[in-house]
């Protein structure tokens, strides 16, 4: 062993020691991956339930107020699957709370108006606010008009007038999306919280190495000693992987197991791939993550002063890094080589691909990594030159 | 031996050290003796490799200590202004951490960790976590962790603040100790009895520069004092920043 990699296991060791006996490096590297997983799937069952269950083949409850003025209507509404129901007495106060998702209000002048061939008033009571009811609320608008423009072709045919001549475009709705589609941005977030799971990981090691050492003042006699800073700055990043990777390794073991006993195929509607070697594979692919996520933190603790300060302002890191690859989560993505090159970024694209069973390109494989590992190596770098600075002995400046 | 030559320093605006010359010899104890921020620390912290100097030179040893920093930082043994353990590791692993940093390993390194917990009276709390002990025993602590190697340069920022009676008793013999076995001893304190007490060599220094060096007898002739802390209150000026 030459002296440099002597020096570099003995610091390594006692950092992985020291961290091995300190409650929150521990937690922060077995207990937040946990937390994740748990997340995600539970975000995916409940849209998956509430929003897009699939509500077409229902019949829509309806309650109406004054169904009596409006026979032609109703017969309509229940030929299409709906059932009318009693309207409640106030029906703003009954969709405010939630009793019911639409009412539908039709106005005591609405059989004159009717008779007469001028525009009989109906009111649709809805809270437009509510996502979970979207659908009803979609639904019961396009009856209505469904209805409104059978009337208006029989009137314009007993005039003698084409009805079609009031269409002007023929416009054909094809909605390509599965009802369980919003569930998927959901699936799309676990490379985000994978990225999040990495930096939390480590993050508590990098603190207590860099800036604790220098609360409790222990960083300068460390100094003193015949060991070029370069050394410390690597050992302390490399203490740090372990834990970081560990808590990478426990989400995805966690990840695996969910996606296996929840038929989460149902919720999301794609055909996913969720076997060990997929796991396997993220976790592979996410590695140059992991030295990258310690390596900003390293560089962004060596300016803080406490451990305090540290904790205010690493939490950012995973945030400002982990944002581009969040963006897949609501806008498609096509791989290119240009994007191999975005750390994080890149990975999130891969993990995508493995999780949806689609070819994973090689040569994008090899300059996501490559990408990702030199700018860990510009991070550790940086770390090195700030470390070989007077003021790390005082933090900041 | 450490050498220091016109040292000069300056963060920003301030500037710490003006003009800082002296020379402490082996077998000898030397003393820094100043008011708080008269430049003892940032002088100190040169010769221990942490701060570079403006101009001027310093070397231990022969040693220069901004171009030979790994060979200085081997001869010499510091205990600086912070002086900091690891809670969560023991005293011994503590020690034995340094040892390992200096290049020790092995039944070498256990020997020398049991001779020093002899030394300093601590076998007692060798195989304790650090947390929780009292000033005196972290003393030891980080006093064993600094003489690990047997260095032949021993630097001490202010070694006996915050000890009790007792401790710094003991503090003040084990310093001796190691002046008559030949090592070159340089402690900075703004105490002036244990100037008085412990130095063969004194050097006051005041806003950054040396104002008088000399031994006890040196330094009495010089300002023309009966008593050694007369003397240093009229080599500063004022006695403003010491303690009796």
């Not at chain 1, 269950?53 to 409850?61: G, I, K, T």
Request: glycine share 8%; charged share 20%.
């Amino acid at each position: 062993m030459t002296p440099s990699l002597r020096r570099i296991w003995i610091v390594f060791r006692k950092e992985v020691v020291d961290n091995l006996r300190d409650r929150r490096s521990i937690s922060s590297s077995l207990l937040t991956p946990l937390f994740m997983p748990f997340f995600l799937i539970a975000m995916i069952m409940v849209m998956g339930r509430t929003i897009m269950a699939d509500l077409v083949e229902q019949p829509l409850d309806l309650p109406v107020v004054g169904a009596e003025y409006a026979p032609g209507l109703m017969a309509y509404l229940r030929e299409n699957n709906v059932n009318i129901l009693p309207g409640p007495a106030d029906p703003r106060a009954a969709v405010q709370e939630g009793e019911a998702n639409v009412v539908l209000v039709i106005s005591p002048e609405y059989g004159e108006a009717f008779q007469r061939g001028q525009p009989a008033p109906v009111q649709l009571v809805i809270d437009s606010t509510r996502t979970s009811s979207a659908a009803h609320i979609e639904r019961a608008r396009q009856l209505i008009g469904g209805y409104s423009a059978t009337i208006a072709a029989l009137r314009l045919t007993a005039r003698g007038v084409d009805p079609g001549i009031l269409t002007v475009l023929s416009v054909e709705r094809v909605d390509i999306a599965t009802p369980q589609g919003r569930a998927v941005i959901f699936l799309n977030m676990m490379p985000f919280l994978l990225v999040m799971t990495i930096f939390i990981g480590g993050m508590y090691v990098i603190i207590d190495t860099t800036a604790g050492e220098r609360e409790r003042g222990s960083l300068e006699p460390l100094l003193i000693n015949p060991v070029p800073r370069r050394d410390f700055v690597l050992a302390k990043l490399l203490a740090s992987l372990p834990f970081a990777a560990a808590a990478l390794g426990i989400a995805l073991l966690l990840f695996g197991l969910l996606f296996n006993l929840v038929p989460l195929e149902n919720y999301v509607g794609i055909q996913m791939n969720v076997d060990a070697q997929v796991m396997l594979n993220i976790f592979w692919v996410s590695l140059p993550i992991v030295l990258l996520a310690s390596a900003m933190q390293m560089v962004v603790a060596s300016f803080t002063r406490s451990f305090k300060e540290a904790q205010t302002y690493l939490p950012f890191l995973p945030l400002l890094a982990g944002l581009p690859g969040a963006f897949l989560a609501f806008v498609p993505v096509k791989t290119s080589l240009w994007n191999a090159l975005v750390p994080i970024f890149s990975q999130s694209v891969l993990i995508n691909q493995f999780l949806r069973a689609e070819t994973v390109a090689p040569v994008y494989l090899l300059i996501s990594a490559a990408a990702t590992l030199s700018a860990a190596l510009l991070f550790i770098l940086l770390a090195v030159y700030l470390y070989n600075r007077e003021g790390i002995l005082f933090g900041a400046k | 031996m450490i050498t220091v030559s016109h040292l000069r320093k300056t963060f920003g605006k301030v500037t710490a050290l003006r003009d800082v010359s002296f020379q402490a010899e082996d077998g000898r104890v030397t003393g820094l003796l100043g008011p708080n921020g008269a430049g003892k620390t940032t002088t100190l912290r040169i010769l221990y490799t942490l701060l570079r100097p403006d101009s001027g030179t310093a070397a231990v040893d022969g040693a220069d200590v901004t171009r030979q920093a790994l060979e200085v930082q081997r001869s010499i043994g510091a205990l600086p202004d912070s002086k900091g353990l690891y809670p969560r590791l023991t005293a011994r692993e503590n020690i034995r951490y340094y040892g390992e940093l200096q290049g020790l390993s092995g039944r070498r390194l256990e020997e020398r960790i049991g001779a020093l917990a002899d030394l300093l009276e601590m076998e007692n709390i060798l195989d304790r976590r650090t947390e929780g002990f009292s000033t005196g025993e972290r003393m030891k602590v980080a006093i064993a962790r600094a003489l690990i190697h047997d260095p032949r340069n021993i630097l001490l920022d202010e070694p006996t603040s915050g000890l009790d009676v007792m401790s710094t008793r003991s503090m003040r013999a084990f310093i001796r100790r190691l002046r008559d076995e030949g090592k070159c001893v340089l402690f900075s304190s703004h105490v002036m009895q244990e100037v008085s007490a412990l130095c063969d060599t004194i050097v006051v220094i005041s806003n950054g520069a040396v104002v008088i060096e000399g031994s006890a007898e040196q330094l009495l002739r010089a300002t023309g004092q009966t008593s050694l802390e007369d003397a240093f209150v009229a080599a500063l000026g004022s006695g403003e920043g010491l303690q009796q």
